[in-house]
């Protein structure tokens, strides 16, 4: 199983972004995906998620401006980011668990991750 997470970059505050998560050897169909943080210095943060039945679910920090979303045909998770802030500058990871139904935590207990792709919000 491979997660191949792309889209950062480095952009000013207010501004959006579309961060993918494609992946490979699985069917998407089966998997509960999930977007975690990593800023400079901090610990591991959970972002939000979506399960197998496609609900979602967030951070207050990010409620209202992201908007997660799945292409099963595509095999890739979408993480949708307006007006975005300085503070949403981290590295992003997605991650992936077969364990499907409501399964969709808000902690790092997901079997496979991506590499990660840097967003950077600064004038």
């Known amino acids: 199983v491979q997660l191949q997470a792309s889209g950062g970059g480095l952009v000013p505050p207010g501004d959006s972004l579309s961060l993918s998560c494609a992946l490979s050897?699985?069917?998407?169909?089966?998997?509960?995906i999930a977007w975690f943080r990593q800023a400079p210095g901090n610990e591991r943060d959970w972002v939000s998620c979506?399960?197998?039945?496609?609900?979602?679910h967030y951070s207050d920090s990010v409620k209202g401006r992201f908007t997660i979303s799945r292409d099963n045909a595509r095999n890739t998770v979408y993480l949708q980011m307006n007006n975005l802030r300085p503070e949403d500058t981290a590295v992003y990871y997605c991650?992936?668990?077969?364990?499907?139904?409501?399964?969709?935590?808000?902690?790092?207990?997901?079997?496979?991750w991506g590499q990660g792709t840097l967003v950077t919000v600064s004038s």
């Open positions: 991650a992936a668990d077969p364990r499907g139904g409501s399964y969709c935590p808000a902690i790092p207990n997901y079997r496979y």
């Open positions: 050897g699985v069917n998407l169909d089966y998997y509960a």
């Open positions: 979506i399960n197998s039945a496609k609900s979602t």
